[in-house]
């Protein structure tokens, strides 16, 4: 196993799911136009929420893009990475607002699996990493949730 490409894979995600969040903090609300353009589902919810926005998606691909070219992969793998975490995010926030749970409610799982799994398996045959795929869906899915469980103290509130 190449520990090493454990690693960047991880960074990888970390950077592609954290930039968005970092992004809107720094952003404070301005330039946060919602990606689903304030679309509302027959089922009442919002087709995706108020969370995931064009920020969001552009700061994400244009982060990750940068730091896949410095880790030595190509600039199309880098975009395709952020395209498919984002892709992966999309579908979590899509599945979470079907189920009926509130935008930006912590999903233990749901929220991980999507976004690390999707780049990961997708471009497996670029990287030929399995075991390293492996190592890096756990370590961003325990990070993500460490990480998460210290920013966010409002989680008791979810339905």
């Not at 893009?65 to 030595?72: D, I, N, S």
């Not at 325990?142 to 990480?147: E, H, P, S, V």
Request: hydrophobic share 50%; charged share 15%.
């Amino acid at each position: 196993m190449d520990t090493r490409l454990a690693l960047d894979l991880t960074v990888l995600l970390l950077v592609a799911n954290g930039t968005p969040a970092l992004t809107g903090l720094l952003m404070r609300g301005r330039w946060n136009a919602p990606l689903d353009g304030g679309h509302v589902c027959r089922d009442g919810q919002r087709l995706l929420g108020s969370a995931k926005t064009v920020r969001g998606l552009l700061s994400s691909l244009v982060a990750t893009t940068l730091l896949a070219g410095m880790l030595g992969f190509s600039w199309s793998y880098g975009i395709t990475f952020g395209c498919l975490a984002m892709l992966g995010d999309t579908i979590s926030s899509f599945t979470k607002r079907r189920l009926g749970y509130q935008i930006s409610c912590a999903r233990p799982v749901l929220d991980q699996l999507p976004e690390s799994l999707l780049p990961l398996l997708v471009l497996e045959p670029a990287t030929e990493a399995a075991a390293e795929i492996v190592v890096a869906a756990t370590a961003f899915l325990a990070l993500d949730l460490l990480l998460s469980s210290l920013v966010k103290s409002d989680q008791a509130r979810c339905r």
